[in-house]
């Protein structure tokens, strides 16, 4: 490679990186996008292009490292540059003037000073250190001087600059707070209840597991955001912030960068903190994101180490106004049942209908039939109901004081209540299944997954649809999908000829789907989108799947036993042959569409990369699909090469104990050139 061809690539990047960094700024800070979607997609795909070509040119706020790195074993604790320090809580106006009070006979000018009233975010707390304005560590709170450093995690957030704009000091912490705005919560909750997987009980326990997952390519899936509200300076380098207020602090993050809450307001006194409380309190449930409350902050930041810190925890100058917990009492008129796609039992509460916070509530989560059971929840109970800022109401209780006697144990059904068979409790899991695969309610969800944006992604395909359709006798399954004609759909109330015609449009459209998003949508329990992906990538195709078995899909990096073992059941079941030979035959494509090098030089051979390289693991694997093969995370049987390097561990002696051949980085790059030696 010439000089010439690498400064030109790393001036074609920079350029790239600075007009997606922008592209960020201007659609997560300033919510004012000059770039489409397209365009930043095909400029992302320039960029990733080119550091593929030359990896020696990645630097470390470049936004291709958003999509996630290779998995962690553990997190690494990690010191902040100071504590981040937790508030003390006032839950009443009266509560709230005394802190006033307190903090007048500390510093008596602070009642002068004026305040700065913020959102307080019900999400996540976390600390970005930022180096020449790169960001080069991200780490959980912890328990305030220590966390726990999720840096891959976080570079998965779009919201977060890699890189801060302008003059920024040399070394930073900004503070902010990770959450999951309303909406990407329910269609998580949505996705997971469709796959028959447990829901999350309130966005932000989803964004704190989301934070501590070990592969940064699942937190990557996660719709996490992201609001900074604090900075702090190391204080070895002597620098200081030149602000005077919160407020003007506040401005500085968004001229940086970092997205900031607009919803705050610089007050004169504790009373405009209280009406604003006020109106965020009446106004919560039409945001995107939680609050549990505001926060009140003195405005001059020069009173703030006068007021100083009580202990080691609780600063003066700080404190969260809690709104009132959004609870009431209802009846629990019944536990039904609803079967997902899966087959999975998932309860759910009818109740006297209940308001709360303005909202009429009829039906509430209960998670499932363990949690009911660690609760004794028992048709005819008064229970607690809450709503606090979730989009799902759950009940959090009986009370058992209100007990007639009359209130039956509740006992899980041992059947299912849509078709009548017996259920299934595997000993490793909580859920409970249907194991019919005909199943009414296992049709209508596999249906209404199958078109899902993320699997087949068929437009006009709903609920409301798919039900007629079942209904109709139109369909008994999804291949049923691919030979519907627009008159059969003008039959079904609702439909004229445009939309009709528009659903056979999009069905049809939906068979060029990659067979990641067809392996999705067929509904194969723990088969979500990345493992769908990742056996995608490694097998090519559904042949390729059909002949592989159990060993062979566990035996693939990212994957596992479990569900190794739930693909090889699916699709060793003959019906499920069937239905997948019927979708090949109206059409559907059957393949991944691998990138492949000139010369397929690794065509049918296994690998199992292990120690550290000077190439990445991604790279590395990159490279041995691009030329035919396959990376499987361990080494058995039909394993052709170790790929060992630095610190190689167990694997390199059990490549050894079964006579695999032993290859490092240099032979590889050689073998992927040339193909393996002929004998």
């Known amino acids: 490679m010439s000089t010439a061809s690498i400064t030109d690539a790393m001036q074609r990047a920079e350029e790239l990186r600075r007009m997606l960094h922008d592209a960020n700024y201007e659609y997560y800070v300033l919510d004012a996008p000059t770039l489409s979607d397209e365009e930043y997609d095909r400029l992302f795909r320039e960029l990733k292009a080119l550091e593929s070509a030359h990896p020696e040119i990645v630097t470390p706020d470049s936004p291709t490292l958003r999509v996630g790195a290779e998995p962690a074993t553990q997190f690494e604790k990690v010191s902040h540059l100071s504590p981040l320090l937790s508030l003390d809580n006032a839950f009443s106006p009266d509560e709230l003037r005394a802190w006033e009070d307190r903090n007048a006979r500390v510093v008596r000018e602070v009642r002068e000073g004026g305040y700065v009233a913020e959102m307080k975010i019900d999400g996540a707390a976390v600390s970005l250190l930022y180096e020449g ?10 328990n305030g001087r220590i966390g726990e450093d999720v840096t891959q995690n976080l570079r998965t957030i779009r919201e977060i ?7 920024v000091p040399s070394r930073m912490e900004i503070r902010g707070e990770v959450y999951m705005s309303q909406s990407g919560f329910r269609e998580l909750n949505e996705r997971r209840a469709a796959a028959g997987e447990p829901v999350y009980a309130n966005p932000r326990n989803a964004a704190a597991g989301a934070l501590r997952q070990l592969d940064p390519r699942l937190t990557a899936e996660r719709p996490l955001r992201f609001f900074g509200f604090q900075a702090a300076l190391d204080p070895d380098t002597g620098e200081r912030l030149a602000f005077e207020r919160q407020s003007e602090l506040l401005a500085a993050l968004a001229d940086w960068g970092v997205p900031v809450n607009q919803r705050h307001r610089a007050c004169k006194d504790l009373e405009d903190v209280i009406g604003f409380a006020d109106e965020a309190y009446r106004d919560r449930f039409d945001l995107d994101y939680g609050i549990d409350g505001v926060v009140a902050k003195v405005e001059p930041l020069r009173l703030w180490p006068e007021l100083g810190i009580i202990g080691e925890r609780e600063p003066r100058w700080a404190i969260a106004y809690k709104f009132p917990p959004d609870l009431a009492t209802s009846t629990l008129l019944s536990i039904e049942v609803n079967v997902g796609r ?22 509430a989560t209960l998670h499932n039939f363990e949690d009911i059971a660690r609760k004794d929840l028992r048709v005819g109970d008064r229970v607690l109901v809450k709503r606090a800022g979730e989009v799902i109401p759950q009940v959090v209780a009986p009370i058992p004081e209100r007990r007639t006697g009359k209130e039956p144990v509740y006992r899980p059904p041992d059947s299912c209540p849509a078709c009548g068979t017996a259920v299934e409790r595997p000993a490793d899991e909580v859920a409970v299944y249907c ?19 993320e699997a087949m992604d068929i437009r006009g395909l709903g609920e409301r649809t798919a039900q007629q359709l079942l209904d109709s006798g139109l369909v008994r399954d999804v291949a049923d999908l691919y030979g519907l004609t627009a008159e059969q759909l003008q039959t079904l ?13 999009a069905i049809a459209a939906s068979r060029a789907q990659p067979l990641s998003r067809l392996l999705f949508a067929l509904g194969v329990r723990h088969v979500g989108t990345h493992a769908a992906q990742v056996l995608a990538r490694t097998f090519v195709t559904m042949d390729a799947l059909l002949d592989a078995g159990e060993d062979a899909f566990a035996a693939v990096h990212g994957i596992g036993e479990t569900t190794g073992h739930a693909l090889a059941a699916y ?8 239905l997948i030979a019927r979708l090949a035959a109206a059409g559907v494509n059957m393949t991944e569409p691998v990138e492949r090098a000139d010369r397929v030089t690794l065509a049918g051979l296994s690998f199992v990369i292990t120690g550290t390289h000077g190439m990445s693991r991604k790279d590395m694997t990159s490279l041995i699909e691009r030329h035919g093969g396959r990376v499987t995370g361990s080494v058995s049987g039909s394993t052709d090469y170790v790929v060992a390097g630095e610190s190689p561990g167990s694997k390199l002696d059990r490549a050894r104990e079964l006579g695999i051949a032993v290859i490092d980085e240099a032979a590889l790059r050689q073998l992927a050139e040339t193909g393996p030696a002929v004998e």
């Open 133 to 142: 304005g790169v960001l080069v560590r991200g780490a959980t709170r912890g």
């Open 161 to 167: 600059p890699l890189r801060l704009r302008g003059k």
């Open 571 to 578: 699709l060793g079941e003959p019906k499920n042959r069937d």
């Open 435 to 453: 194991p019919n695969g005909s199943c009414p309610g296992r049709l209508f969800w596999g249906l209404v997954h199958f078109a899902g944006r």
């Open 493 to 505: 109330e609702g439909f004229a000829a445009l939309s009709a015609t528009n659903l056979v449009d």
């Open 342 to 363: 899966t087959g999975t039992l998932n309860p759910y509460a009818v109740l006297e209908p209940v308001v709360i916070s303005g909202v009429t509530v009829r039906q």
